[in-house]
């Protein structure tokens, strides 16, 4: 199998997509964490240095896009598994 064949499940495999949908809201919970947590330290880095950190910059955008991805899936917008299932989205697209 190949990782695109991983990540994009077969259209009428619902008690499989109801699981997996479980899955991604659990990350989508640990992922929105650890967006607060880096706007928490951003915000911080930004009132200390007056400038923002461009790491955390970085990541913030990453975690977007992949909490965008995952209300995709779990929406029935797209049938494509976001993270684990397929790379990390990167910060610059």
Not at 25 to 50: N, R, Y
Not at 63 to 86: H, N
């Amino acid at each position: 199998m190949t990782d695109t064949a991983l990540a994009t499940l077969p259209p009428r495999k619902l008690p499989m997509r109801a699981l997996l949908m479980l899955v991604m809201c659990m990350a989508f919970q640990i992922a929105a964490w650890v967006l607060i947590i880096a706007a928490v330290l951003q915000l911080c880095f930004a009132a200390f240095s007056d400038a923002p950190n461009p790491r955390l910059q970085s990541l913030g955008r990453s975690v977007g896009r992949y909490l965008g991805q995952i209300a995709a899936f779990v929406s029935f917008s797209t049938e494509t598994l976001p993270f684990p299932f397929t790379d990390w989205p990167p910060a610059d697209l």
